[in-house]
C-alpha cells in the first residue's frame, strides 16, 4: 500500500511569497502531523490533527503558518510572507490511532522549502 | 518545549563494531522512541519503548527505557554499512505532542 506523500518534494520561494505544502496520508489513518526540521536538527513538532479538528497547533512558530485537514485526510500547511528562516524540511506524519498515540507515526519524505 | 539530549552527535566506526548511543531528557517521559533518518527520507521507527526497565530488540538493534524515565539507550551489534543514517530519539509529551534529539549521525566504513 501507498505511504504518506508530500508534495512537492522541492521548492524554492522568494522571501514574502506565499507556499503551500501538500500531506497526503496514509488511507484511513486518523492522526496527522506537521514538523518542520532545520538542518542538522531534528523535526521539531508544528501541528496535530485528529480527522479534520486540529487538537494542538501550540508548534507553529507565528501567525504565518496555517494549517488545515478540512476532510480529515489530506493536509496543506500553508506559510504567508515566507521568511529566510522558514527555510527547512517540513514533514508530515500519520497514525492510525487517536489520541493518545499509541501506534507508530508513518512520515513522509518531506518537502524542503528554501526561502531566498 | 522539552530537551532531548542525544549524544554522541556523530560517530565514526568500522564495519562488525558495536554502537551505542543515549538520550536524556530532564522530563519523564511514558514512551521512548528510537527513528532512524536516512538522506532525503522522513523518519522510520526502529523501536517503541512503553515501560520503564524496559528492554526490547529488534534484530541487531536493542534499546532499553531507563528506570527514571528520562533516558534512554540504542545499541546497534555487528554494525554493516546499511546502518549509515542519523538515529533520533524521540518521546511524546501531553499524549500528541512528539519531541526529538538533535540525532547521532552514524558513519560506518566497510
Known amino acids: 500500500g501507498a505511504g504518506v506523500s508530500q508534495s512537492p518534494r522541492y521548492k524554492v520561494a522568494k522571501r514574502g511569497q506565499d507556499v503551500a505544502l501538500r500531506c497526503d496520508p496514509i488511507?484511513?489513518?486518523?492522526?496527522l502531523f506537521w514538523y518542520q526540521q532545520a538542518l542538522g536538527q531534528g523535526p521539531e513538532f508544528l501541528t496535530y490533527?485528529?480527522?479534520?479538528?486540529?487538537?494542538?497547533k501550540s508548534g507553529l512558530p507565528s501567525d504565518r503558518f496555517f494549517a488545515e485537514r478540512p476532510e480529515g485526510s489530506v493536509s496543506t500547511l500553508k506559510i504567508q510572507r515566507t521568511q529566510q528562516e522558514d527555510s527547512a524540511v517540513y514533514l508530515c506524519?500519520?497514525?492510525?490511532?487517536?489520541?493518545?498515540?499509541?501506534?507508530?507515526?508513518?512520515f513522509g519524505p518531506g518537502t524542503r522549502l528554501l526561502v531566498l | 518545549g522539552q530537551q532531548l539530549n542525544q549524544s554522541p552527535q556523530s560517530m565514526f566506526i568500522q564495519e562488525g563494531e558495536d554502537v551505542s548511543m543515549n538520550c536524556t531528557s530532564s522530563?519523564?517521559?511514558?514512551?521512548w522512541l528510537w527513528y532512524k533518518q536516512d538522506p532525503g527520507e522522513g523518519p522510520v521507527l526502529l523501536i517503541a519503548?512503553?515501560?520503564?526497565?524496559e528492554l526490547t530488540s529488534n534484530g541487531r538493534l536493542t534499546a532499553q527505557f531507563g528506570i527514571t524515565r528520562k533516558d534512554s539507550f540504542l545499541n546497534i551489534s555487528a554494525s554493516i554499512p546499511s546502518d549509515v543514517g542519523i538515529y533520533f530519539c524521540?518521546?511524546?509529551?501531553?499524549?500528541?505532542?512528539?519531541?526529538f534529539g538533535s540525532g547521532t549521525k552514524l558513519n560506518v566504513k566497510p
Open positions: 506524519a500519520s497514525s492510525l490511532s487517536r489520541w493518545p498515540i499509541q501506534e507508530t507515526q508513518y
Open positions: 488511507s484511513g489513518h486518523v492522526s
Open positions: 490533527f485528529q480527522n479534520e479538528a486540529q487538537l494542538d
Open positions: 522530563s519523564i517521559f511514558n514512551t
Open positions: 519503548l512503553y515501560k520503564a526497565g
Open positions: 524521540a518521546g511524546p509529551y501531553n499524549f500528541n505532542k512528539f519531541y
